[in-house]
Nanobody
Framework: QVQLVESGGGLVQPGGSLRLSCAPS????????MGWYRQAPGKQRELVAT???????NYSDSVKGRFTISRDDAKNTVPLQMNSLKPEDTAVYYC??????????WGQGTQVTVSS
């Protein structure tokens, strides 16, 4: 059973930074596509950013220029660096992975709250 373990959420003031990390139970080489989604209260889950094994990046317009996704093969993690955070970034952030057989996996989520 594949597990995606997220870490790094918390409370931060507007303009601050947080770094999320996702660690799959298997090698990230088994997942050609990984990324982050988020869900705010009363809203649908939405894409934040994805990265392929080849390094192709995709960001939502709302986070472009502020968030950076990467793949760390040595640490077997997919970090999401979030800078210049805004109150509207408040949400539960979910790690996502698609394996070589095109099966989808989700983490349990980590809360990010941006508030003064």
């Amino acid at each position: 059973q594949v597990q995606l373990v997220e870490s790094g959420g918390g409370l931060v003031q507007p303009g601050g930074s947080l770094r999320l990390s996702c660690a799959p139970s298997g090698s990230i080489s088994f997942f050609p596509l990984m990324g982050w989604y988020r869900q705010a209260p009363g809203k649908q889950r939405e894409l934040v950013a994805t990265i392929t094994s080849g390094g192709q990046l995709n960001y939502s317009d709302s986070v472009k220029g502020r968030f950076t996704i990467s793949r760390d093969d040595a640490k077997n993690t997919v970090p999401l660096q979030m800078n210049s955070l805004k109150p509207e970034d408040t949400a539960v952030y979910y790690c996502y992975a698609r394996n070589l057989g095109s099966r989808h996996y989700w983490g349990q989520g980590t809360q990010v709250t941006v508030s003064s």
